[in-house]
T-cell receptor, first 113, second 114 residues
Framework: TQLLEQSPQFLSIQEGENLTVYCNSS?????LQWYRQEPGEGPVLLVT?????EVKKLKRLTFQFGDARKDSSLHITAAQPGDTGLYLC?????????????FGDGTTLTVKP | DSGVTQTPKHLITATGQRVTLRCSPR?????VYWYQQSLDQGLQFLIQ???????AKGNILERFSAQQFPDLHSELNLSSLELGDSALYFC?????????????FGPGTRLTVL
């Protein structure tokens, strides 16, 4: 069974602080996605990373894919209350021949004003 | 708006009943995926269809079945419902089925079994 581990599980910070959340696996990803989900809504895609070592930026969010493609991080600079939500990583593993994504359990982020 | 639509948004039913959830993928997408999200188990992959054929199967119970129609919309059928089936059910779609395909999620159907 291929598992994704996300950490931390919960994170509560003040507005303006920086934070990093992590997504790790013992298996190699062919691609990895980060999603943000609000309560009662579907996950919304933030980014897809494919190449080892890849760094992508989306405004205050920076996504990094590990060189070995087994891990990824999401860094948020100067967090705002609007960043509050569940952040999920999802991986397509290299030895999977179908689009069967495995999701982590997510990091629940709360940004207090 | 991801372009994936799901109906109904909410569904309340009783144990032992059968329900059908419907999903329309984004225009041009050939793959449809079904996920179950409950409080204690996170997002669990159920099943994937590609261009009308079953492509991958996850943790889908025998009481559950799905199909994808020629117009590419999909239905998830849940029968002999139990209290533990209460959850959010998400549909996602992608252009193909490959290992680098990104999935776009619909808004979900919240199923409550009483």
């Amino acid at each position: 069974t291929q598992l994704l581990e996300q950490s931390p599980q919960f994170l509560s910070i003040q507005e303006g602080e920086n934070l990093t959340v992590y997504c790790n696996s013992s298996s190699v990803f062919s691609s990895l996605q980060w999603y943000r989900q609000e309560p009662g809504e579907g996950p919304v895609l933030l980014v897809t990373v494919v190449t080892g070592g890849e760094v992508k930026k989306l405004k205050r969010l920076t996504f990094q894919f590990g060189d070995a493609r087994k891990d990824s991080s999401l860094h948020i600079t100067a967090a705002q209350p609007g960043d509050t939500g569940l952040y999920l990583c999802a991986g397509l593993f290299y030895n999977t021949n179908a689009g069967k994504s495995t999701f982590g359990d997510g990091t629940t982020l709360t940004v207090k004003p | 708006d991801s372009g994936v639509t799901q109906t109904p948004k909410h569904l309340i039913t009783a144990t032992g009943q059968r329900v059908t959830l419907r999903c329309s993928p984004r225009s041009g997408d050939l793959s449809v995926y079904w996920y179950q999200q409950s409080l204690d188990q996170g997002l669990q992959f159920l099943i994937q269809y590609y261009n009308g054929e079953e492509r991958a199967k996850g943790n889908i119970l025998e009481r559950f079945s799905a199909q994808q129609f020629p117009d590419l919309h999909s239905e998830l059928n849940l029968s002999s419902l139990e209290l533990g089936d209460s959850a959010l059910y998400f549909c996602a779609s992608s252009p193909s089925w490959g290992a680098t395909d990104t999935q776009y999620f619909g808004p979900g159907t919240r199923l409550t079994v009483l």
